[in-house]
C-alpha cells in the first residue's frame, strides 16, 4: 500500500562534522523519508560518517571522486532520482544543506507542502534576516541580493540562498542541464523559475545559525562575485547591445549621410541618413537581444519589439521636451541622457517579460 507524502531528501554535503549523522538519522525515522547524501569529495578521515549514514533505512549515499561543488552535487542527486523514482509515487525532490541550519520539521514540511503542488515548481524555505542571530554578513548579504534580484527580474524573493527548497520532479528534470556547478547554480535555479513563470512559493522555517554560521563553505567574496556575475550577466549583454547598437547607428549615419550630401535635396540630407541607420540599427539591436541576450525562440517578437521602440522614442522626445520646458537652464542634452538611460532601464524589464518572454 502507498504510503503518504512520500519524500525524497537531498543534502550535498563537504567535510561534514559528527552531528550530520546524528541528522541524517533523525530524517530517516520518519519512514516516509528516502535519503540521498552526496559525498562531495570528502577528506578520507571523514569517509566514516557517511559509510555510518548508508547504513540507515532508506539512504543512498553517492560519492565525487573529488570536490566538484554543490551545484554539481544537487545535479548528480536530481539525476539518480529521476532515475530512480517514480514521479506518481515521489512527485518532488527537497534540498537541505548538510550544516544544521534547516531543522528536521522544516524539511518534513517543505516536503509535505511540494507534495500539494500540480505541474513545475519551487517551494523556498524563507527565513527571517531581521532577527538578531542573524550573522551581519548574513543578513545584509541577503537583503542586497533579494533587491537586486527584483531589480533585475522583476521577483521579489525573500531568500536567494536558502538551501532548504522542494522541487517538483518535472523541473528537477530541468534543473539538471542548468549551468553552474558551485553556489551560484541556485541562484541560475531562481532565475530559470522565474523566466520560465514555474510556480514559485516560500515557506517560512526557522532561522539557525550555529557559530555564527561557522560550518558554511560559502565563501562571502569569491562565491558572491560569482553570483553576482550570474545575476547581471544577461543585463551586462543587454547594455554591450544596447551601446554596439548606437555605435553602429552613428557610423552608418555617416557613411550614408557621407554617400548622400550633395546628391539629394539638403531639406533631407538629414532625414534619410538617419532613417537609414536607425532601421539597420535596430534590427542589429533586435537579432543580438533575441538571440543572444535573451535567448528567445518566440514567433512574431519583431512587431512586439517595434511597438516598444516607437513607444520608448516618443516619450524620451516628450519628457525631454516637458523636463525642458520645467527646467531650461539645464541643456536638453544632460537631460537626454539622464530619461534615455532610465527608459533604457525600464526597456530591459520589458524586452526581458514581454518582447522576448518564454
Not at 503518504?4 to 541524517?24: C, G, H, Q, R, T
Not at 527584483?150 to 524573493?157: C, N, P, S, V
Not at 523559475?193 to 526557522?206: N, P, Q, R, S, Y
Not at 525631454?320 to 539622464?338: D, G
Request: with cysteine; hydrophobic share 40%; net charge positive.
Amino acid at each position: 500500500m502507498k504510503k503518504k507524502n512520500e519524500i525524497v531528501v537531498l543534502i550535498p554535503a563537504l567535510n561534514p562534522n559528527e552531528e550530520f549523522y546524528d541528522y541524517s538519522k533523525k530524517l530517516t525515522e520518519n519512514e516516509n523519508v528516502h535519503l540521498i547524501v552526496i559525498d562531495d569529495g570528502s577528506k578520507e578521515e571523514l569517509k566514516y560518517i557517511f559509510k555510518k549514514i548508508e547504513k540507515l533505512k532508506n539512504t543512498t549515499v553517492l560519492t565525487h571522486g573529488i570536490n566538484l561543488g554543490k551545484g554539481r552535487g544537487l545535479k548528480t542527486g536530481f539525476n539518480y532520482y529521476i532515475t530512480h523514482f517514480d514521479k506518481k509515487e515521489y512527485p518532488g525532490i527537497v534540498t537541505a544543506d548538510s550544516d544544521g541550519q534547516h531543522k528536521v520539521e522544516d524539511v518534513i514540511a517543505i516536503g509535505n507542502e511540494l507534495n500539494k503542488l500540480k505541474g513545475e515548481g519551487i517551494i523556498l524555505g524563507t527565513r527571517d534576516f531581521n532577527l538578531e542571530q542573524v550573522p551581519f554578513k548574513s543578513r545584509n548579504g541577503n537583503k542586497i541580493t533579494t533587491k537586486v534580484f527584483k531589480l533585475l527580474y522583476g521577483k521579489k524573493i525573500n531568500d536567494t540562498q536558502t538551501g532548504l527548497r522542494g522541487i517538483t520532479y518535472d523541473f528537477a528534470k530541468e534543473c539538471i542541464s542548468i549551468n553552474g556547478e558551485h553556489f551560484e547554480y541556485e541562484i541560475n535555479m531562481l532565475i530559470k523559475a522565474v523566466k520560465d513563470k514555474i510556480t514559485l512559493k516560500e515557506h517560512t522555517i526557522e532561522t539557525i545559525y550555529y557559530d555564527n554560521n561557522s560550518e558554511t563553505h560559502f565563501n562571502p567574496v569569491k562565491d558572491s562575485i560569482k553570483i553576482y556575475r550570474v545575476m547581471f550577466t544577461e543585463f551586462f549583454k543587454f547594455t554591450i547591445s544596447g551601446l554596439s547598437s548606437a555605435l553602429l547607428d552613428i557610423l552608418l549615419f555617416t557613411l550614408f549621410f557621407n554617400i548622400l550630401n550633395g546628391k539629394i535635396d539638403e531639406s533631407i540630407s538629414i532625414l534619410i541618413p538617419t532613417a537609414l541607420a536607425r532601421i539597420l540599427s535596430s534590427l542589429y539591436n533586435y537579432n543580438i537581444n533575441k538571440s543572444i541576450v535573451f535567448n528567445s525562440k518566440e514567433k512574431n517578437t519583431i512587431v512586439k519589439y517595434y511597438i516598444l521602440c516607437v513607444l520608448q522614442g516618443l516619450l524620451s522626445w516628450i519628457l525631454v521636451e516637458q523636463v525642458f520646458n520645467k527646467i531650461s537652464i539645464i541643456h536638453p542634452s544632460f537631460i537626454k541622457v539622464i530619461i534615455d538611460f532610465i527608459l533604457f532601464l525600464i526597456s530591459y524589464q520589458i524586452q526581458q517579460r514581454w518582447v522576448f518572454k518564454k
